[in-house]
């Protein structure tokens, strides 16, 4: 195999030759197709030993070296070498980590490039300025599978960057959306840039790819958790399925899809590897490149965030940071494919344990009507040490929902049976009960009946900040449907969701916002969105004497404001002007 720039016809010679002959053989071939101007001093296996050029023989003459004594007397023994099959594009890439490395070497010293296969042979020679040269129009063809809330942010950036991107997705729908420049989703500065590769051609979608034009794949499906916990595997099977049916050597597979440890080892790549007849790490390369990106702040942290790459082999490893740092600066390399499967896991769960522990505490406060926000800040004001999360009414989303439930079936005998990140959930799952829970205590103080009350649920999705339209698993959601089946009247607004979405969940969504506030005997804030405090809850409140419970789960509105209101009853975690 030769490199993807140009074959050469390249001067080789024993590291015996004497560095006369090997001067004299270099300039036989000089008007021909060759490299001029550097020889590649080989073992009897045509491994590479070292390398000789014009430069290596101007500073051997100027010492008044005798020509006569072998080459091996002059070769540079640490040339700068190439892996075969390396992508055009990220050559340059892998050069200038190379000679980063080598204090011996500034940029402008370097003008060839050896090639060689996985044993050191020599296969091929790269003229530097040709690669320059054509360095401008290289690209890669990119399939990306999955087109959801990572996959189509990841795709579009890809395309924006320069890629030759291919859109891939089961889902008819969804096809049909991205290929109208819509989004199913919100996520700011998407649309506008899925518009524009559309429109150059950089971006195109499909059910599935029929030709072999791509050389890297990457899989971003979902991997949800059912009822059971268990992870459902299947879209990353049946991407693995269908990668097979077009993989071709020195392709670049990536599995980016939150998976158990050992899955794209042992499963994703397996399946790979027997329906393709093809062998992971020597015919092509996996990577684990786990996605690590906030909604709402998609596009921003695909080129601000370090990108964690794993490798079957070291050669994996290599080729799939290349392709990432055409997208970002930072590339952190980890051991293997567990551990950069075990870095997304550990975020997650990190990040749902910190909330977790935030959530407990408000549970505990409530045993003593304290508000968990003034504690928490109060033990955060001015303190150095790792800053105490805010609690909220449960955490949901699709990502921190799972992402401990597939760390903790992880675990290992020496750990125990459940983990922290089990627990965390169990927590954060409590936290996601105190709405309710509110909401029937003041129902019983009042000596209300529940079927009489109206009740105004703020804020559906997962989240309110960054915004984002998400319902799945939504904490807040599943507050509104409970509420709904037990109480005279529910209604629903929310900032971002669109109407018909929770129409769709069986929800009355208010037309008039003002209107709903002032019928509501009861208003529950259930994420964070950062137009609740401007929605003028207390003024659509102070028009009458009307009892009513406002439930301000994220502490975003004025609690002595309210609690002058008569009639009013403020709660919030671990709080309630009521007892």
């Known amino acids: 195999m030769t490199s993807p720039l140009r074959t050469t016809e390249t001067t080789t010679v024993s590291p ?20 001029y101007g550097i020889a590649v001093v080989v073992d009897d296996d045509n491994r590479v030993l070292g390398i000789v050029t014009d430069g290596d023989i101007r500073r051997a003459y100027a ?28 050559i340059l890439g892998y050069l200038t980590r190379q000679i980063a490395n080598k204090s011996r070497l500034t940029s402008n010293m370097v003008g060839h490039v050896v090639v060689v296969d996985d044993d050191g042979r020599l296969e091929d020679v790269i003229d530097v300025v040709d690669l320059l040269a054509k360095s401008g129009s290289m690209r890669d063809n990119v399939a990306v599978y999955g087109l959801g809330f990572i996959g189509l942010p990841l795709a579009v950036t890809l395309a924006n960057v320069g890629h030759r991107v291919f859109g891939v997705d089961i889902n008819p729908q969804v096809r049909a959306s991205v290929e109208r420049g819509r989004l199913g989703f919100h996520e700011p500065g998407l649309e506008d840039m899925l518009s524009l590769v559309m429109e150059n051609g950089t971006l195109s979608i499909h059910e599935r790819l029929d030709e072999r034009d791509c050389n890297i794949h990457v899989v971003a499906v979902g991997t949800p958790v059912g009822d059971d916990g268990s992870i459902d595997e299947s879209g990353v099977i049946g991407a693995a399925d269908h990668i097979a049916s077009i993989l071709k050597h020195g392709d670049l597979v990536q599995l980016r899809s939150t998976v158990p440890i050992g899955c794209t080892r042992e499963r994703f790549t397996r399946v790979i590897e027997k329906a393709s007849g093809l062998t992971a790490g020597e015919d092509f390369h996996v990577a684990f490149t786990p996605e690590r990106t906030v909604e709402g702040e998609a596009l921003r942290e695909l080129r601000s965030l370090p990108q964690v790459v794993g490798g079957y ?11 990432w740092a055409t997208v970002t600066n930072t590339i952190v390399r ?9 870095v997304k896991l550990a975020n997650n769960t990190f990040r749902d344990l910190t909330f977790g522990f935030a959530n407990e505490l408000a549970l ?45 079936g992880s675990v290992s005998p020496e750990i125990g049976s459940k983990t922290l990140g089990f627990h965390s959930r169990q927590a954060n799952e409590r936290a996601a009960q105190y709405p309710r829970d509110t909401v029937l205590r003041w129902a019983r103080s009042r000596d209300v009946e529940l079927s009489r009350l109206s009740v ?22 599943s507050t509104a449907a409970w509420i709904s089946t037990r109480v ?25 916002l003002q209107p709903a506030l002032a019928e509501a005997d009861v ?17 659509a409140l102070n028009t009458d004497r009307k009892p009513r419970l406002v439930f301000d789960g994220w502490h975003q509105l004025d609690r002595d404001e309210l609690e002058r209101i008569p009639g009013v009853t403020y709660a919030t975690m671990g709080y309630s002007t009521l007892r």
Request: glycine residues 8%; hydrophobic residues 40%; charged residues 25%.
């Open 63 to 90: 010492r008044d070296i005798d020509f006569s004594v072998p080459v091996s007397d002059i070769m540079v023994t640490d040339p700068v070498v190439l892996p075969r099959g390396e992508a055009p594009r990220n």
């Open 523 to 539: 208003i529950l804030i259930l994420n964070n969105h950062p137009t609740h405090p401007v929605l003028g809850i207390p003024r």
């Open 456 to 477: 105004l649920c703020i804020g559906l999705a997962f989240k309110g900040f960054p915004e984002t339209n998400d319902i799945r698993n939504s904490t807040a959601l």
């Open 364 to 408: 505990l406060c409530n045993a003593y009507n304290i508000d968990a926000f003034d504690v928490i800040e109060a033990a955060n004001e001015g303190y150095p040490r790792d800053r105490i999360a805010k609690p909220s009414p449960g955490v949901g989303g699709y990502c921190l929902t799972k992402d401990p439930l597939i760390y903790d």
């Open 16 to 35: 015996g030759t004497t560095v006369d002959l090997t001067i004299r053989r270099m300039a036989e071939k000089h008007g021909v197709h060759h490299v």
């Open 313 to 323: 082999t070291k050669r994996c490893l290599e080729k799939a940071a290349a392709f």
């Open 334 to 342: 980890v051991d293997s494919l567990e551990a950069a499967e075990m």
């Open 488 to 512: 005279g009247a529910t209604r629903v607004w929310d900032a971002v969701v669109d109407r018909a979405v929770l129409e769709a969940e069986g929800l009355t969504v208010v037309g008039e």
